[in-house]
């Protein structure tokens, strides 16, 4: 049964939960808050190699985190990007698509006209080195904790 594998690793100092297959962690490199990464805890390079009760055990998990999200930051959506170039492995983004977001877009683009989601996702990772709101980290932690609420 799928719950009885969940191990619960948040934890202050790592900022990390984990189940049995997989970890989420806040992205590092754009501290959005919300913006998460999950990686199988068995790095691999596509979804086919990840052992069956990690493919059952990976929508639950990002369904999870993705309510997490929605809970802590009210996003208009949560977009999930599937990417393996940076680390060769396959990652999720879950990547938080609040109000201001897009408007900040259009301040910087103001040509562009409508926004698309991987332009999005490229501008925020291009222009947020460090944490976008004062509470940042305890909206992490809450979205950590939440996670293990949802699963």
Do not use: K
């Not at 959005?32 to 493919?55: H, K, T």
């Not at 208009?76 to 877009?105: G, I, K, N």
Request: glycine share 4%; aromatic share 8%; hydrophobic share 40%.
């Amino acid at each position: 049964m799928l719950l009885a594998q969940i191990v619960n690793e948040t934890t202050p100092e790592i900022n990390v939960w984990a189940n049995a297959h997989f970890r989420v962690e806040p992205c590092v490199s754009c501290p959005i808050a919300g913006y998460l990464i999950v990686s199988p805890r068995v790095p691999v390079s596509s979804l086919s190699q990840l052992p069956s009760d990690a493919q059952a055990s990976l929508g639950p998990t990002l369904a999870a985190a993705t309510r997490a999200i929605e809970v802590a930051v009210r996003p208009e959506r949560v977009y999930c990007l599937l990417f393996a170039e940076e680390t060769r492995s396959v990652h999720f983004h879950l990547f938080p698509r609040t109000d201001w977001l897009p408007s900040q877009y259009a301040r910087s683009h103001p040509s562009d006209g409508q926004v698309s989601g991987p332009q999005l996702l490229d501008w925020a990772r291009q222009t947020f080195r460090s944490p976008v709101s004062a509470d940042y980290h305890q909206t992490t932690q809450f979205i950590l904790r939440e996670i293990g609420r949802n699963i």
